[in-house]
């Protein structure tokens, strides 16, 4: 299983990361999903997640979609 981290605009409390987290953790695929307001990071946890779909969740839940982004080099999070 990998883990990603993405960049999301708009959270501004728990009740955002709930939204957040609650739309992406229906996509197929997906172990679970956290995401923390106060860093705008999303970390999702999912075999073979396409960022189109995390895209797609992140806007139905009325947020911005920024992109992923690489935590550390050599870690398994991955960002393009």
């Known amino acids: 299983m990998s883990a990603k ?3 999301v605009e708009g959270m501004k409390c728990k009740n955002c990361t ?3 987290e609650r739309e992406i953790k229906q996509i197929q695929g997906v172990e679970d999903a956290v995401a923390d307001f106060t ?3 999303v970390s999702v946890k ?3 997640v396409g960022e189109e779909k995390i895209r797609l969740a992140v806007e139905k839940a009325g ?3 920024k992109g ?3 935590s550390s ?3 398994d999070l991955w960002v393009s």
């Open 5 to 7: 981290i993405f960049l």
């Open 18 to 20: 709930a939204h957040v």
């Open 39 to 41: 860093s705008g990071h």
């Open 46 to 48: 999912g075999d073979q």
């Open 63 to 65: 947020y911005r979609f």
């Open 68 to 70: 992923a982004t690489k």
């Open 73 to 75: 080099p050599g870690s």
